[in-house]
């Protein structure tokens, strides 16, 4: 079982002014703590789950930007980018050049959106669930031939693109990840096409696997090449121990990687005390 850093809480001491080098001390430090994956959350207003709908979020690739000029090995990706938020050909190449400049260590997390607050407040165009799985699934098949030795035209749906071209690609094809536990549509497009999946690490998830594994076997798909990763939070008062009792009730279901992200935490360095400690308990 492996420990991700989910940065979805930028409510620090020192707020904004500080943020830049906070931000990178913690990153720093969590790769020093023996991190190999950090990511965050593409919402432009602060979750429900995290916090208050008007603290402190920022733009994702803008971040994830940052974030790889002040690390070196961690693979770097959002848990997960709307798609509703990008065009599929700009969202492939952001990753394109995230994964140039940190020297191959981007990824793609995407899911179908879900915050009609934020959309409809900021604008975005929200259509309907059917629709945004039919856009999900056609941006997924753009950014796969973006980042493809072809440059033929895409003629999709809800996407028409003339001309696949992406130069320079990618330093090598971007990991894959679908975010959510759909399991007639979601859990079906993780088994087509995804490198891996992330389910919430509620009383459910182990039958999200199973279902995903039916759908691997009605396509064809060795269900051991998806990795199976989720989340876990970490709350004041919480410890490594907590965390390493929770990450091995998740593994024992079948996951092999928990992104753990932290609420309410003003200091960053306390939540690499915890996390750290856990990754080497686990080690």
């Not at 850093?5 to 500080?18: C, E, K, Q, R």
């Not at 050909?89 to 009609?116: E, F, M, P, Q, Y």
């Not at 971007?174 to 087509?192: D, F, H, N, S």
Request: charged share 25%; proline share 5%.
């Amino acid at each position: 079982m492996e420990f991700g850093l989910h940065i979805a809480d930028f409510t620090w001491t020192g707020g904004a002014p500080a943020l830049g080098p906070t931000l990178a001390r913690h990153v720093r430090d969590a790769e020093q703590a023996g991190i190999t994956r950090i990511t965050v959350m593409d919402h432009f207003w602060q979750i429900a789950p995290v916090g208050p709908v008007d603290h402190e979020m920022y733009e994702a690739y803008t971040t994830l930007g940052f974030i790889a000029a002040h690390t070196t090995t961690a693979q770097l990706h959002t848990l997960v980018t709307g798609v509703i938020y990008r065009e599929p050909a700009l969202l492939a190449k952001a990753i394109t050049t995230l994964d140039a400049l940190s020297g191959g260590r981007a990824g793609l997390g995407v899911g179908a959106a879900w915050n009609v607050d934020e959309s409809e407040g900021l604008g975005f165009r929200f259509p309907s669930t059917k629709e945004r799985f039919e856009r999900l699934e056609e941006a997924i098949q753009i950014c796969l031939a973006l980042w493809s030795d072809s440059d033929e035209p895409y003629q999709g749906t809800h996407y028409q693109l003339g001309r696949t071209l992406d130069s320079p690609g990618p330093l090598r094809r971007p990991y894959l990840m679908i975010g959510g536990g759909g399991e007639k549509r979601t859990l079906r497009l993780v088994a087509q096409y995804a490198d891996a999946c992330n389910i919430a690490a509620g009383p459910e998830a182990g039958r999200k696997l199973d279902v995903l594994r039916t759908h691997c076997d009605a396509l064809g798909r060795d269900f051991d090449e998806v990795e199976k990763t989720t989340m876990l939070t970490l709350d004041p008062g919480q410890s490594a121990y907590d965390l390493v009792r929770r990450a091995e009730e998740l593994r024992d279901l079948g996951f092999s990687a928990a992104y753990v992200y932290a609420r309410d935490i003003a200091e960053p360095g306390a939540v690499i005390d915890v996390l750290g400690a856990a990754v080497a308990r686990l080690a």
